[in-house]
């Protein structure tokens, strides 16, 4: 008899721990069983820099989790980000014995060799090897290869990779909590998986997920990803942005930026705006939208620049899809537009039955994600513990194994 299987997924972000707990069911679906969250203190630009505070709000979002999913946590896939992630595409090639002629499996693993054989920094390993596509004797965009007779198989793959001691710190962080990590994935891989469905990557789709310290981005073009990465520069900076600039705290310039700005200077009426708890004090909407509109560009204009010299934009049939908890800030679809001259769709979730609300906000595109992932993992892999899966990553990470 087919039995369901519980996964648990973790963001560390910069504004909040959160801890989702969800149960895919024989027939694939997925249910959310719980969410635990904290607010996120000791983490900087996606990074963590204190570790004891962030096992602090760590725990009390395991104990939350568990609390409301009525589930012992004991394992989690652990996202991550931060400006160390990098990326770049790769080709490898191989000979096809002329005895054999057949591809085998064991021909992708070894063409796969090939392609991770790519000079990184000494301080970076592999976070992910995504095939793009195979080729068989020059036939292009082979979905899968093995049986096939030929005598060249070449393979393009995305490569995501960051420094090393940052990812050992963040697993080392969850470790002493004490929970295992089952895998690591770069944040926007997991939100992909349920923000972005299978069209949408065939027919070209940018996923921009904005958080509150680093912003995220994944594209997709017939179906491969061809290019992702971060930028530390996410909604916390517009609030300080703010604060400095009108002398104010931090907690009331996140007001003002909630409340009452907007990232777009489109149709703008300019009125003055009560500061909360500054008596007398007065902002014009039009400075306070200018303050957002000049950060809020800077960090789309960073993410647009290497896209558009590869070309890339030009073929996003779907458009571009935004999340994270500041894509929910006023105006920031219409900037997008204007940045890309894109049109941005709203973002979808995969079939999943739990709280509606989870799914229909932004913040929890990653967590939510990451049940998906792992769902999507253990379907292509033989069943293993959570121990030989983490050892065979972290192998993998640390420059070892295929």
Same mark, same amino acid.
């Given at each position: 008899?087919?039995?369901?299987?519980?996964?648990?997924?973790?963001?560390?972000?910069?504004s909040?721990?959160?801890?989702?707990?969800?149960?895919?069911?024989?027939?694939?679906?997925?249910?959310?069983?719980?969410?635990? #969250?904290?607010?996120?203190a000791?983490?900087?630009?996606g990074?963590?820099?204190?570790p004891?505070?962030v096992?602090?709000?760590?725990?009390?979002?395991?104990?939350? !989790?568990e609390?409301?999913? %009525?589930?012992?946590? %004991?394992?989690?896939?652990?996202a991550?980000?931060?400006s160390?992630?990098?990326?770049?595409?790769? @080709?490898?090639?191989i @000979?096809?014995?002329?005895?054999?002629?057949?591809?085998a499996?064991?021909?992708?693993?070894?063409?796969? +060799?090939? !392609?991770?054989?790519?000079?990184?920094?000494?301080?970076?390993? &592999?976070?992910?090897?995504?095939?793009?596509?195979?080729?068989?004797?020059?036939?292009d965009?082979?979905?899968?290869?093995?049986?096939?007779?030929?005598? +060249?198989?070449?393979?393009? &793959?995305?490569?995501?990779?960051?420094?090393?001691?940052?990812? #050992?710190n963040?697993?080392?962080?969850?470790?002493?909590?004490?929970?295992?990590?089952?895998?690591?994935?770069?944040?926007?891989?997991a939100a992909?998986?349920v923000?972005? %469905?299978?069209?949408a990557?065939?027919?070209?789709?940018l996923?921009?997920?904005? =958080?509150? =310290?680093?912003?995220?981005?994944?594209c997709?073009?017939?179906?491969a990803?061809?290019?992702?990465?971060?930028?530390?520069?996410?909604?916390d900076?517009?609030?300080?942005?703010? !604060?400095?600039?009108?002398?104010?705290?931090?907690?009331?310039?996140?007001k003002?930026?909630?409340?009452?700005?907007?990232?777009?200077?489109?149709?703008?009426?300019?009125?003055?705006?009560?500061?909360?708890?500054?008596? =007398?004090?007065?902002?014009?909407?039009?400075?306070?939208? #200018?303050?957002?509109?000049?950060?809020?560009?800077?960090?789309?204009?960073v993410?647009h620049? $290497?896209?558009? +010299?590869? =070309?890339?934009?030009? @073929?996003l049939?779907k458009g571009?899809?935004l999340?994270?908890?500041?894509?929910?800030?006023?105006?920031?679809?219409?900037?997008t537009?204007?940045?890309?001259?894109? $049109?941005v769709?709203?973002?979808?979730?995969?079939?999943?039955?739990?709280?509606?609300?989870?799914?229909e %906000?932004?913040?929890?595109a990653?967590?939510?994600?990451?049940i998906?992932?792992?769902?999507?993992?253990?379907?292509?892999?033989p069943k293993?513990?959570?121990?030989?899966?983490?050892?065979?990553?972290?192998?993998?990470?640390?420059?070892?194994?295929?």
């Amino acid at each position: 008899m087919a039995t369901s299987n519980i996964y648990v997924g973790l963001e560390i972000g910069t504004s909040k721990v959160c801890m989702v707990v969800g149960e895919v069911r024989s027939d694939g679906a997925i249910k959310i069983l719980g969410v635990g #969250q904290h607010p996120s203190a000791g983490v900087r630009k996606g990074e963590i820099v204190d570790p004891e505070t962030v096992q602090t709000c760590l725990h009390d979002a395991l104990m939350r !989790a568990e609390e409301r999913s %009525n589930v012992e946590v %004991n394992t989690v896939f652990l996202a991550v980000t931060g400006s160390h992630v990098q990326s770049l595409n790769n @080709r490898g090639t191989i @000979r096809v014995a002329d005895e054999q002629m057949e591809i085998a499996l064991e021909d992708l693993e070894e063409v796969k +060799k090939i !392609a991770r054989d790519v000079p990184l920094p000494k301080e970076n390993g &592999y976070i992910h090897s995504i095939i793009q596509h195979y080729y068989v004797d020059g036939k292009d965009k082979i979905t899968n290869p093995v049986g096939m007779l030929g005598q +060249k198989l070449e393979a393009d &793959y995305h490569i995501i990779h960051g420094v090393k001691t940052r990812i #050992q710190n963040a697993i080392k962080c969850v470790r002493e909590v004490p929970l295992e990590v089952e895998d690591i994935v770069f944040s926007p891989v997991a939100a992909a998986q349920v923000v972005l %469905n299978r069209e949408a990557k065939h027919e070209g789709a940018l996923l921009i997920d904005i =958080g509150g =310290g680093t912003t995220d981005f994944i594209c997709f073009i017939d179906g491969a990803v061809v290019a992702s990465g971060c930028v530390p520069i996410g909604g916390d900076h517009i609030t300080n942005d703010i !604060a400095l600039v009108l002398k104010i705290p931090l907690a009331r310039a996140e007001k003002l930026k909630v409340n009452h700005g907007s990232a777009s200077l489109r149709g703008m009426i300019d009125v003055d705006i009560a500061v909360e708890g500054e008596s =007398g004090k007065v902002v014009s909407q039009e400075l306070l939208n #200018q303050i957002m509109n000049a950060r809020v560009t800077e960090l789309l204009s960073v993410v647009h620049e $290497p896209l558009f +010299k590869a =070309g890339y934009l030009g @073929r996003l049939g779907k458009g571009i899809f935004l999340t994270g908890g500041s894509s929910l800030m006023r105006g920031i679809a219409d900037l997008t537009e204007e940045i890309f001259g894109i $049109p941005v769709q709203k973002s979808g979730s995969a079939a999943m039955s739990g709280p509606t609300a989870l799914f229909e %906000n932004p913040q929890y595109a990653t967590p939510v994600g990451l049940i998906r992932y792992a769902q999507l993992l253990d379907e292509q892999k033989p069943k293993r513990g959570a121990l030989s899966k983490l050892s065979e990553k972290l192998e993998k990470f640390f420059g070892g194994g295929k």
